[in-house]
């Protein structure tokens, strides 16, 4: 069960992408320089949920539990302990792989939806822990988190924090792709397709499961920390159940299991509200249509290549969707 190459289509939106991040600083506003590291992110986010659930076939809406956990964890140790910024990310991250480890085993002993509500319920149990927990200062939320700095360089500035934001995204794409063309990602693909079949192959179910979740916990707390350090600020509102959603929103319009899609799916959901912004009134309603819009045309999301669903990609010539031969 070998890993499935970049198409053509997948090629192209790359360097669509690639083209954006080298080009904006050049001769984008601040505004675009602000939306494209918004999109790198949450891309990030994405790529981790795309991990555990186009990967390993485990559907967690957890992800905001893990970006909470950097989140705060980062403007906490920084702002009432003092920490530098980089050991309070990487404390945050180790606390993240730590939870992701204790509650791995038993979260996925569950199943289809059983998991899902489970999962749902850790969501919303830190959403509301976040929002009523003197600890994290409730609703209010914590701010003048200090910004990263490497001697006397900060990150402060908005273009070198970008530069910053897209090496996480890259670093955390590239690592997918190797996953999923390794013997990792086909134990991954194996167990998604039937457990039963994966156990009978050899492969330790429970350890390839708990594993999809730690290097997912790992890259969505990276991506909160990282979040925190950008906005200077941290809040319940920022891991509540509409966050899960557009998580959700950004994998399936981007195309479950595809290497760019996440990119593409952030960059949908972050930009289109924009776009549809002289609407006013009606703004939600003709973002929810272009979005219904694009999963009806699109089931399998815009660079899906699930072997049974049919994305954008099929739409286009088969020159265009055929794999690189290596």
């Known amino acids: 069960m070998r890993g499935a190459k970049l198409n053509r289509a997948e090629l192209i939106a790359l360097a669509l992408v690639v083209a954006c991040v080298l080009l904006a600083p050049l001769v984008g ?6 939306n494209l590291t918004l999109i790198a992110l949450y891309a990030t986010v994405v790529i981790s949920l795309n ?11 957890a992800q905001t539990t893990f ?5 705060y964890g980062n403007a906490i140790l920084t ?28 979260l996925l002993r569950l199943r289809g939806h059983y998991l899902s509500m489970g999962t749902v319920a850790l ?44 090496s996480l995204c890259a670093a955390c794409l590239l690592a997918f792709h190797l996953l999923d063309n390794s013997y990792i990602g086909r134990a991954w693909r194996a167990l998604s397709t039937r457990q039963e079949i994966a156990s009978a192959l050899g492969i330790d179910v429970p ?3 708990q594993l999809a979740l730690v290097l997912a916990a790992a890259m969505a707390s990276l991506a909160g920390s990282f979040y925190v350090e950008f906005t200077h600020f941290v809040g319940p509102d920022l891991y509540d159940i509409s966050v899960v959603l557009n998580l959700m929103f950004m994998l399936f319009v981007g195309g ?6 996440p990119i593409i799916g952030a960059g949908f959901v972050i930009l289109t509200p924009q776009f549809v912004a002289g609407f006013e009134r009606y703004q939600n309603i003709v973002f929810f249509m272009l979005l219904l819009l694009v999963i009806l045309l ?11 669903a049919r994305g954008i990609t099929s739409l286009l010539p088969d020159f265009l969707r055929r794999p690189i031969r290596s």
């Open 51 to 61: 991990l555990l659930l186009g990967l390993a076939g485990q559907a967690s809406f």
């Open 29 to 34: 506003s601040r505004l675009a320089i602000y």
């Open 207 to 209: 350890r390839y499961k």
């Open 79 to 106: 702002t009432r302990y003092g920490l530098n910024p980089w050991l309070a990310m990487a404390l945050s991250l180790i606390l993240s792989l730590g939870l992701a480890f204790l509650i791995g085993r038993p």
């Open 67 to 71: 970006m909470a956990i950097g989140g």
């Open 298 to 308: 699109c089931p399998a999301g815009i660079l899906g290549r699930m072997p049974d």
């Open 256 to 261: 479950l299991r595809s290497t760019v899609g």
């Open 123 to 166: 969501a919303l149990g830190t959403a509301s822990f976040a929002n009523a927990s003197t600890f994290t200062n409730g609703g209010w939320g914590i701010t003048g988190v200090p910004s990263l700095t490497i001697g006397d360089f900060s990150f402060r500035d908005p273009l070198a924090f970008y530069v910053l934001a897209w």
